[in-house]
């Protein structure tokens, strides 16, 4: 299994970046693809994640109402779209793949390579 994200960079606060995943090497009809985030000294933090199977979507908090995730199952693709971002978003962006929806980290066994997402204020 392959992750490719891509789509990160700069951008001023209250801009907008949406970022890409595409998988592939194997069926996902029962997989969901998530997002995490890390900044230097912290662990990776849960941001979104999407049930490849039904569509449901699951955020964090912290970017409720400003981040959207979704899919394009045919593609085996997922999107997020960041909006309103802060500098406090500022952060490695990582996608991942597993076949529980979770916001453990340790629960995605395949990893995109990050892409990194500053927010200017």
Same mark, same amino acid.
Do not use: H
């Given at each position: 299994? %392959?992750?490719?994200?891509?789509?990160? #960079?700069?951008?001023?606060?209250?801009?907008?970046?949406?970022?890409? @995943?595409?998988?592939?090497?194997?069926?996902? +009809?029962?997989?969901?693809?998530?997002?995490? $985030?890390?900044?230097?000294? =912290?662990?990776?933090?849960? &941001?979104?994640?999407? $049930?490849? +199977?039904? #569509?449901?979507?699951? *955020?964090?908090?912290? &970017? =409720? /109402?400003?981040?959207?995730?979704? /899919?394009?199952?045919?593609? +085996?693709?997922?999107?997020?779209?960041?909006?309103?971002? =802060?500098?406090?978003?500022?952060?490695?962006? *990582? @996608?991942?793949?597993?076949?529980? &929806?979770?916001?453990?980290?340790?629960? *995605?066994? *395949?990893?995109? %390579?990050?892409?990194?997402?500053?927010?200017?204020?």
């Amino acid at each position: 299994v %392959q992750l490719q994200a891509s789509g990160g #960079g700069l951008v001023q606060a209250g801009g907008s970046l949406r970022l890409s @995943c595409a998988a592939s090497g194997r069926t996902f +009809n029962s997989d969901n693809m998530g997002w995490f $985030r890390q900044t230097p000294g =912290k662990e990776r933090e849960f &941001v979104a994640a999407i $049930r490849w +199977n039904d #569509g449901n979507e699951y *955020y964090a908090d912290s &970017v =409720k /109402g400003r981040f959207f995730i979704s /899919g394009d199952f045919a593609e +085996n693709t997922a999107y997020l779209q960041m909006n309103s971002l =802060k500098a406090e978003d500022t952060a490695v962006y *990582y @996608c991942a793949l597993g076949e529980v &929806v979770t916001t453990r980290s340790d629960e *995605y066994p *395949y990893w995109g %390579q990050g892409t990194q997402v500053t927010v200017s204020s």
